[in-house]
C-alpha cells in the first residue's frame, strides 16, 4: 500500500513549492533472523542546497540544508549537526534506558553535544564530547557514568561506528 504526503517548502524568496513523499506502508520483513539488522534511509534533493531526508520506512523525514555562507539557505539541518544529533540521541536512549533499569527516579536528561571538524580535507569529526545533564531522585554521578560508559562501549551503534580519527569523550552533570 503506497501511502502520501505533500510536504510545504518557502524558499528565502518566500516561494513556497512542494514536493511529494511516498512511501510503502507494509514491507516484506521475511529477511533471515541470522542476517544483521539492515537501515536505509532516502535523501531527496528538492531544490536549491536543500532535501528531505525520510527514515524510519519513510515515515517520518526532516528538512536539511547548508549555511548561507555555503551557498544554502540554513533552512534545515546540516548534515554535521544532524550527525552529532545522532551521537546525542543514541547514547541518551541507551543512558534512560540503564538508569531506569537501576530503579532511578528520572526526572530529566540533556545530552549536549559538541564536535570539532578538522580544517583540511577530507573534513571530518575530530573531537566529539557529549556532556549529559541529569536529574532526579536516586541519581548519583557514579551511575550516570557507568550508564555512559556502557552506552559508548556496549549498546550505542552510532559512537561505536566512530573511527580512531574521532576522540570521543564525555562529561556527566548531576543535579537533584
Same mark, same amino acid.
Given at each position: 500500500?503506497?501511502?502520501?504526503?505533500?510536504? &510545504?517548502?518557502?524558499?528565502?524568496?518566500?516561494?513556497?513549492?512542494?514536493?511529494?513523499?511516498?512511501?510503502?506502508?507494509?514491507?516484506?520483513?521475511?529477511?533471515?533472523?541470522?542476517?544483521?539488522?539492515?537501515? %536505509?534511509?532516502?535523501?531527496?534533493?528538492?531544490?536549491?542546497?536543500?532535501?528531505?531526508?525520510?527514515?524510519?520506512?519513510?515515515?517520518?523525514?526532516?528538512?536539511?540544508?547548508?549555511?548561507?555562507?555555503?551557498?544554502? =539557505?540554513?533552512?534545515?539541518?546540516?548534515? =554535521?549537526?544532524?550527525?552529532?544529533?545522532? *551521537?546525542?540521541?543514541?547514547?541518551?536512549?541507551?543512558? *534512560?534506558?540503564?538508569?531506569?533499569?537501576?530503579?532511578?527516579?528520572?526526572?530529566?536528561?540533556?545530552?549536549?553535544?559538541?564536535?570539532?571538524? =578538522?580544517?583540511?580535507?577530507?573534513?571530518?569529526? %575530530?573531537?566529539?564530547?557529549?556532556?549529559?545533564?541529569?536529574?532526579?531522585?536516586?541519581?548519583?554521578?557514579?551511575? *550516570?557514568?557507568?550508564?555512559?560508559?556502557?552506552?559508548?562501549?556496549?549498546?550505542?551503534?552510532? &559512537?561505536?561506528?566512530?573511527?580512531?580519527?574521532?576522540?570521543? =569523550?564525555?562529561?556527566?552533570?548531576?543535579?537533584?
Amino acid at each position: 500500500m503506497l501511502r502520501f504526503c505533500y510536504l &510545504s517548502v518557502t524558499d528565502d524568496a518566500n516561494i513556497s513549492f512542494g514536493v511529494y513523499l511516498y512511501w510503502l506502508r507494509e514491507r516484506d520483513c521475511s529477511q533471515s533472523k541470522e542476517r544483521n539488522e539492515m537501515y %536505509e534511509v532516502n535523501v531527496r534533493w528538492i531544490g536549491s542546497q536543500q532535501y528531505v531526508a525520510e527514515g524510519h520506512e519513510g515515515r517520518h523525514a526532516i528538512l536539511l540544508d547548508i549555511p548561507e555562507k555555503s551557498g544554502g =539557505t540554513d533552512m534545515g539541518l546540516h548534515a =554535521t549537526e544532524l550527525f552529532l544529533i545522532a *551521537v546525542g540521541k543514541c547514547s541518551a536512549v541507551d543512558v *534512560v534506558n540503564i538508569l531506569k533499569k537501576q530503579r532511578v527516579d528520572l526526572k530529566s536528561l540533556r545530552a549536549v553535544v559538541s564536535g570539532e571538524i =578538522t580544517r583540511d580535507y577530507p573534513k571530518h569529526f %575530530e573531537k566529539i564530547h557529549v556532556k549529559f545533564i541529569v536529574s532526579g531522585g536516586g541519581v548519583t554521578k557514579e551511575k *550516570v557514568e557507568k550508564a555512559v560508559h556502557l552506552s559508548h562501549e556496549k549498546y550505542c551503534s552510532v &559512537s561505536l561506528s566512530l573511527t580512531e580519527k574521532c576522540d570521543l =569523550t564525555t562529561s556527566v552533570e548531576v543535579f537533584p
